[in-house]
């Protein structure tokens, strides 16, 4: 069965440091991974994903992430954090295309300090 | 993106009664699911809503306690019966497919809370 591993459950950085939230997965094939932002209050928004091509995917807000299969790893980085990043972030796992059911990680709470 | 309505945005129920929660969409679209979020934690799937058949429950999960509708193939509903405060959480609608896109965009989902 798939799974997600985010092993910081809340990570404190001061605005304009970078970011780098770890995220491992294990699924037999090969995933199709995923990075979501949860606003307090707010849905669900897509940051980014990976199907498939380059490992370094860019997405929206200024964020990428690595796909790295030798580590299991989809790790989301950013280079200057703002305020307005304070949020939850959630690393997902898919087991094709998108259309079927997405397994979520725990989520890292991010807090940006001036 | 798609956009996705949920009715009630919130509610505060009492212990043994039931909520219906409705989810529409703007477009139609292939895949419909609900997620449970309880406080602090992450999403849960619950069940993937089948346009005209009976939906498909994840573990844990049964029919008899969240009943899944889905008529057509822009809305859907899901009811939370015999509450109990266990059940508070944030319960959010997701499609995939909309417009030939498959990416899964959610609702704003609906915070329950069970008094």
């Known amino acids: 069965a798939q799974s997600v591993t985010q092993p910081d459950i809340h990570i404190t950085v001061s605005e304009g440091a970078s970011l780098e939230l770890r995220c491992n997965y294990s699924?037999?094939?090969?995933?199709?991974l995923f990075w979501y932002v949860q606003s307090p209050g707010q849905g669900l928004q897509l940051l980014l994903k990976?199907?498939?091509?380059?490992?370094l995917v860019q997405g929206i807000k200024g964020f990428e992430a690595e796909f790295k299969r030798s580590q299991s790893s989809f790790n989301l980085r950013k280079p200057s954090v703002h305020w307005s990043d304070a949020a939850e972030y959630f690393c997902?796992?898919?087991?094709?295309?998108?259309?079927?059911?997405?397994?979520f990680g725990i989520g890292t709470k991010l807090q940006v300090i001036p | 993106s798609a956009v996705i309505s949920q009715k009630p945005s919130r509610d505060i129920c009492q212990r043994g009664t039931s909520l219906t929660i409705q989810c529409q969409v703007d477009?139609?679209?292939?895949?419909m699911f609900w997620y449970r979020q309880q406080p602090g934690q992450s999403l849960t799937l619950i069940a993937t809503?089948?346009?005209?058949?009976?939906?498909?429950?994840e573990s844990g999960f049964v029919i008899d306690k969240f009943p899944i509708s889905r008529p057509n193939l822009t809305f859907s509903t899901l009811t939370v019966s015999n509450m109990s405060p266990e059940d508070s959480s944030i319960y959010l609608c997701?499609?995939?497919?909309?417009?030939?896109?498959?990416?899964?965009?959610f609702g704003p989902g609906t915070r329950l809370t069970v008094l």
């Open positions: 997701s499609v995939t497919g909309w417009r030939g896109n498959n990416e899964q965009f």
């Open positions: 699924y037999g094939a090969t995933p199709y």
């Open positions: 990976y199907f498939s091509g380059d490992t």
């Open positions: 997902a796992v898919g087991d094709s295309g998108g259309y079927q059911k997405v397994t």
């Open positions: 477009s139609q679209v292939t895949m």
């Open positions: 809503a089948n346009q005209g058949s009976e939906a498909t429950y």
